[in-house]
């Protein structure tokens, strides 16, 4: 059977289309899969952050174009949520190639950014892998995974609207960012050791205690031999302190002026959670999740002391969300208080000016990052 001919000349006849995403999409790794999808079909165009979402132009088959969107209807790569899409015809310009154009920063800035996304486990993997680069590096992030909201400064989400624009990307990191078939393609946070945020480690009055390796290997030490240290993660500090040892739990309590309300408690993974408390398919799934909520679970023992949440049959279990955070509970050996790094109804320290001010009494010893 033959093809009407005009409909041949219609699936030959270039189209245009302007796509405007709305939702969770800026730090998602959608510019991306954009990217790669676009050129895996064909089509031609550009795909963009803009004040809104993001905002794509594409050219070529009418049903390749529609194949595109479908994708992105459906989210396109984990963990992006598409809530609205909105297309517009143009006149075709006869556009080849398909590129990652820089931000639209006009108009009414309303983009959603994610919340930090916990690490992902390829990152673990080169966490733990002596021949990789990021052989214990407290800071890889992928597109996947990684820091948004609390290194966010403006939208556009791009590195230059980050408090990663201070530091310049190696060119063994640049090559990644701009490698399409890499994870790391356009990933904004992109850092190694040889260009990336330190670790430093500073006693109570801010000197330099160590740095680097030294310093994670000093707080190690201290959290082991009972000291409270209080760490800089991703959105803040934290106090971290041997949730197995009475003494140090009950001298967090005097310092930070809580009496009886529950500590959390942060496990190096869920077998060691599971030795002291009862778990679920459905806790399960929220400890691993990409938000590393703490959930609270029927507590059974174990080597925890009652005085982490005295008088409670559940603890306020959570599982290590950056990758500092995994590389001192494996260190550690056992679970640790994780509590917020503030004085009892205060709000938490996010900068270590105030951390030193305000936590002054409180901790011993301070890991920090820049």
Sequence with gaps: MQTDPQVRTQKRTPHRRRLVVRGAVQGVGF?????????????????R???????????GCAGRIDELVDLLRRGGAAPARVEALAQEVLSPQGEAGFDIRDSDATGVRSAEVLPDIAVCDDCLAELRDPADRRFRYPFINCTRCGPRYSIIENIPYDRSRTSMRRFTMCAACRAEYDDAASRRFHAEPNACPECGPQLALWDGGGAVVARDGKALAGAVAA????????????GGFHLFADACNEAVVARLRRRKGR????????????????RCCRLGPTAERLLSGPERPIVLLPWEGGTITPLV??????????????????LLLEDIGRPVVATSGNLSNEPIVT????ALHQLAGVADLFLVHD
């Excluded at 949440?309 to 995994?326: C, D, K, M």
């Design 31 to 47: 510019r991306p899969f954009v990217y790669r999808e676009a050129r895996r079909l064909g089509l031609a165009g550009w795909v």
């Design 49 to 59: 952050n803009s004040a809104a979402g993001v905002t794509i132009e594409v050219e």
């Design 223 to 234: 959290v082991r031999e009972g000291a409270i240290v209080a760490v800089k993660g991703i």
């Design 259 to 274: 009496e009886e309300k529950p500590f959390a408690v942060m496990f190096q993974d869920r077998d060691e959670v599971a």
């Design 309 to 326: 949440a005295p008088g409670n049959v559940r603890l306020g279990a959570l599982l290590p969300y950056s990758s500092l955070h995994h």
């Design 351 to 354: 900068d270590e000016a105030t």
